[in-house]
C-alpha cells in the first residue's frame, strides 16, 4: 500500500485525555495525560473530569502531532471516542475532534470505546492478532464481558455482568483494605507476595456466561469487618494473603466463563481486552490455558489496555478503509453498547 493513512485518534471518556496518531496501523505516538486530581477523592468525579480535559486536550493533541512527526495537514481522518463514558468527558473530544476535522476538511469518525479495546489486537505491532471468530474477555472499572468477535465490527455479546464490573470488585476491595485509589493494581502487587488459598471466598451462582461481582465485594467487606473485631491489626498483618485470596477467586470466576464459553462456541482463539488485562494473575492463567486446554490466548501490550487513543486510532483506521464515516450531527452516548 503506498498511500499514507494517518488517523489522529481522541479519547476522553473517562479521566484519561489521550490522542494518538497512526499510519496505515503502526502507532507513530500515543500520548495519554493523567489526571491526579481524583485520586484524593477515593474514585472519578465527573465534573472535575471533563475540565482537566478542556485542560490538557489542546497540548495532548499538539504533543501527539510533534511525537508523530506528522504536520496536520496530513491526516487523513480524526476518530474520536463516541461512547461510553463520562457525558461531560466524551463531550470535550467531541467538541474538539468535530471542530478540527471541520477546519483540515477531513473525515470524522466516531468510535465505540467498547470495540476500540477489543480492536486494539489489531494495533501493528510485535504481538500476533486474532483470526476471526474469537472470543474475547472485556474487562475494565465499567465492563465484564464475553464478546464473540466474527469480524471487525460484527460482535455479539455471549454474557456480562448482572450487577458490578471486575474492576469494581477490584477498586472497592482495595477500598475497604485501606488502599488508595486505583486499587486493582495494588491488589495485584500485594498478591504476588501472599498465599491465594488463605481465605476462601465464595463464588456467585449464576448462568454459564454471566459474572456477578457485588456479593463478592460484601462477602470481603463482612470477612474483614468480622476479622478486625478479633484482631485490629488484621489487614497489616496479612495483607498479601488477603489480596492474594480476593485476586485468586476473581480470576478463577473469570476463567470458569472462558471455559464454558469455549465449550459453547468451540472457538479456541482467546484475546483479553480492558483496563483489568493489565492484572499478571489474569495474564498467567490465560497463557497457562494455552498449555492446559489447547488455546490461542491473545494478550495486549500493557499501553494498549488501559484507555488510550491508539485502541481509538487503529478503529478509526479501520472504519476509514470502510468508508464509515461520522457527520457533524454525530453525539455523545454516555451508554453504549458494545454492538452498537
Known amino acids: 500500500m503506498s498511500e499514507q493513512i494517518y488517523i489522529l485518534g481522541i479519547e476522553s471518556s473517562c479521566d484519561d485525555t489521550s490522542a494518538s496518531v497512526i499510519c496505515n496501523g503502526k502507532v507513530l505516538s500515543n500520548v495519554i495525560a493523567n489526571q491526579e486530581v481524583h485520586s484524593k477523592y477515593g474514585g472519578v468525579v465527573p465534573e472535575l473530569a471533563s475540565r482537566a480535559h478542556q485542560q490538557n486536550i489542546v497540548p495532548v493533541v499538539q504533543q501527539a502531532l510533534v511525537q508523530a512527526k506528522v504536520d496536520k495537514k ?12 463520562l457525558m461531560g468527558s466524551l463531550l470535550v473530544g467531541t467538541s474538539f475532534a468535530k471542530s478540527l476535522a471541520m477546519g483540515l476538511q477531513i473525515p470524522l469518525i466516531d468510535v465505540n470505546h467498547m470495540q476500540a479495546h477489543i480492536l486494539a489486537h489489531f494495533i501493528e505491532d510485535d504481538t500476533k492478532a486474532p483470526p476471526f471468530p474469537f472470543i474475547c474477555l472485556t474487562i475494565s472499572g465499567g465492563h ?9 465490527f460484527k460482535m455479539e455479546v455471549l454474557g456480562e455482568t448482572i450487577d458490578d464490573a471486575v474492576g469494581e470488585a477490584f477498586d472497592k476491595s482495595a477500598k475497604i483494605l485501606g488502599l488508595p485509589y486505583p486499587g486493582g493494581p495494588l491488589i495485584d502487587k500485594y498478591a504476588k507476595l501472599g498465599n491465594p488459598k488463605a481465605y476462601p471466598f465464595t463464588k456467585p451462582k449464576v448462568g454459564d456466561l454471566q459474572f456477578s461481582f457485588s456479593g463478592l465485594k460484601t462477602g470481603v467487606l463482612y470477612f474483614i469487618q468480622k476479622q478486625l473485631k478479633l484482631n485490629p491489626n488484621f489487614i497489616k498483618e496479612n495483607l498479601n494473603d488477603i489480596c492474594a485470596s480476593i485476586q485468586y477467586t476473581i480470576v478463577e470466576i473469570l476463567m470458569d466463563k472462558l471455559k464454558n464459553a469455549v465449550k459453547q462456541t468451540n472457538i479456541k482463539h482467546i484475546a483479553i481486552a480492558g483496563g483489568v488485562s493489565a492484572n499478571s494473575e489474569i495474564r498467567n492463567h490465560l497463557q497457562l490455558a494455552e498449555k492446559h486446554f489447547g488455546w490461542s490466548t491473545y494478550i495486549p501490550k ?11 486510532a487503529i478503529t478509526g483506521y ?11 450531527s454525530v453525539t455523545a452516548k454516555a451508554r453504549l453498547k458494545v454492538t452498537e
Open 74 to 85: 496530513q491526516l487523513s481522518a480524526i476518530a474520536f471516542t463516541k461512547g461510553p463514558g
Open 144 to 152: 465484564t464481558q464475553i464478546v464473540k468477535v466474527t469480524n471487525h
Open 302 to 312: 500493557f499501553e494498549y489496555t488501559t484507555d488510550n487513543a491508539a485502541m481509538i
Open 318 to 328: 479501520l472504519k476509514y478503509l470502510n468508508k464509515t464515516y461520522a457527520d457533524n
